[in-house]
């Protein structure tokens, strides 16, 4: 197979909404971080063990603030760059996909391998009116997913794609 040149981005966006749920879910495990810094360092600070530095015995704050320096700046960035990496396609016969924040990855998926098309909402989702499609062929790879769409996009994509591989399934026989 030769290349000629970069891929192109697909042509749609998900959801602006999707940005809400990803900050939603950053925010919820920057809760978690912290409130787990904040038990192990009340359990720690203050201790004569030995094997708990001095320092960080005499001031247990620092561990918390360590947390809250080292991560709110990522949790609150990536709901913003992921929105701008992740986009999806129908291109004739293909799914196109791009996602991926820290690894960016490309999925094609031709319409003709289609199984099953799936549309799912998390209770996060179901709140701000998102959806994911899970669309699952018979290769090696398992199943694509497109996160973030609206529930309407997501409904008539996956209606789409169900009548596009059944259509070219009959045309094969």
Avoid: C
């Avoid at 879910?25 to 201790?47: P, Q, Y």
């Avoid at 247990?60 to 990522?74: E, G, K, N, Q, S």
């Amino acid at each position: 197979m030769t290349s000629s040149g970069p891929l192109r981005d697909p042509a749609n966006r998900v959801s602006p909404k999707a940005v809400r749920l990803w900050l939603l879910e950053s925010l919820i495990a920057f809760a978690f971080f912290l409130g787990g810094s904040l038990l192990v360092a009340r359990w720690l600070g203050g201790s004569d063990w030995p094997w708990v530095p001095r320092w960080f015995a005499q001031d247990p704050w620092l561990l918390p603030a360590a947390v809250v320096v080292l991560t709110l700046p990522f949790l609150a960035a990536e709901p913003f760059v992921r929105y701008a990496v992740h986009r999806w396609e129908l291109s004739g016969d293909v799914v196109y996909a791009r996602s991926g924040f820290l690894t960016r990855e490309w999925v094609f998926v031709p319409v003709s391998r289609i199984q099953t098309v799936d549309k799912g909402q998390g209770w996060f989702e179901r709140l701000l009116g998102l959806a994911t499609l899970e669309i699952r062929t018979a290769s090696h790879a398992g199943s694509s997913t497109i996160k973030g769409l609206d529930y309407r996009v997501a409904a008539g994509l996956a209606e789409q794609l169900a009548h596009r591989a059944e259509k070219l399934r009959d045309d094969a026989t």
